[in-house]
């Protein structure tokens, strides 16, 4: 069983690009997270998907960034007139169901952005 | 503010050594995790610990969950240069298990 995949695992844009971030869940997940890793960091929340649904996207900037989880296919999370601060490890996750707090979530290995 | 506080953020010791890492909260946690991340990788999951005071043994490491669910402890015995990492706590707030908040994490170098 495949786990979290995420792709490109490495992006180069330059300012004002935009920049397209994939995430396939783990075979049999219906909820997609994605975080940002900036350096020495923890992980920040940024959006909470099901599919076809966002359910909770208190932790994007409220422009230039959008996320969606179609029906069929991966997960994009789509950056648009990119900028320096953005650069940043971006982390998909993935759940069976609702996050319980006895469920897990899998992470896949990340994309790292470098805007210059 | 950060929601979980982490300490050390930096901890370098000699292989064999014991260790305690420390992630502490104002708040109150349906639930802790424990993830360890190497360079490059996505963080990976340890332990959750759900009841206050739990504690959960995972071969040398053993985490516990603070008694009214602010806090939790991550003790590594006999430390080996493989333990080396990132080590991040994250937690559901009561009434939010959809978002999980992350701590900076402590990042942990063995020397051997």
């Known amino acids: 069983n495949a786990g979290v995949m995420q792709n490109p695992r490495h992006l180069v844009r330059r300012r004002g690009q935009e920049a397209r971030l994939r995430c396939s869940p783990m075979?049999?997940?219906?909820?997609v997270y994605w975080y940002r890793q900036l350096p020495e960091e923890g992980l920040k929340f940024m959006v909470y998907?099901?599919?076809?649904?966002?359910?909770?996207e208190s932790g994007m900037p409220k422009e230039r960034f959008s996320a969606e989880f179609p029906k069929e296919g991966p997960s994009i999370l789509r950056i648009q007139q990119v900028v320096r601060g953005d650069s940043a490890a971006y982390f998909c996750a993935s759940s069976p169901l609702l996050l319980l707090n006895t469920d897990t979530q899998y992470f896949g290995p990340g994309t790292r952005l470098t805007v210059l | 503010t950060q929601l979980l506080e982490q300490s050390p953020q930096f901890l370098s010791i000699q292989e064999g050594e014991n260790l305690t890492v420390y992630c502490n909260s104002s708040s109150v946690f349906s639930s802790l995790q424990w993830y360890r991340q190497e360079p490059g990788e996505g963080p990976v999951l340890l332990v959750t610990v759900v009841t206050g005071g739990e504690v959960k043994k995972l071969k040398r490491l053993t985490f516990q969950f603070g008694d009214a669910r602010k806090d939790s402890s991550l003790h590594i015995t006999a430390a080996q240069p493989g333990d080396t990492g990132l080590y991040l706590c994250a937690g559901a707030e009561i009434g939010r298990d959809d978002k999980i908040i992350f701590g900076k994490g402590t990042r942990l170098h063995i020397l051997p």
């Open positions: 075979k049999g997940h219906s909820h």
């Open positions: 998907l099901q599919k076809e649904n966002i359910i909770d």
